[in-house]
Nanobody, 114 residues
């Protein structure tokens, strides 16, 4: 059974930083590209960052230059370093394989105040 546990969210002022972590079960992590997704109130969930099993990364334009995705294959963990946060980054953040596989975790709330 796939398990995804996100953590690291919180309340931060605009311009601040947060680092999200996602512990994933081996069945989903080992050979898959992993992604961070987010869902803002009233909006569809979107994929914002992807990292392949080999470490190649890609980002949605709105976070390029501010967010960095990384992974520790030994720990089955994927991270999202978020810098220069903006109020429009406010959302619940989730990790999953990319493309998505199985159920979502509980997510972690990120709130950026202006």
């Amino acid at each position: 059974q796939v398990q995804l546990v996100e953590s690291g969210g919180g309340l931060v002022r605009a311009g601040g930083s947060l680092r999200l972590s996602c512990a994933a079960s081996g069945s989903i992590f080992s050979s898959n590209a992993m992604g961070w997704y987010r869902q803002a109130p009233g909006k569809q969930r979107e994929l914002v960052a992807v990292i392949t099993s080999g470490g190649s990364t890609n980002y949605v334009d709105s976070v390029k230059g501010r967010f960095t995705i990384s992974r520790d294959n030994a720990k089955n963990t994927v991270y999202l370093q978020m810098n220069t946060l903006k109020p429009e980054d406010t959302a619940v953040y989730y990790c999953n394989a990319a493309p998505r596989y199985g159920s979502w975790g509980q997510g972690t709330q990120v709130t950026v105040s202006s």
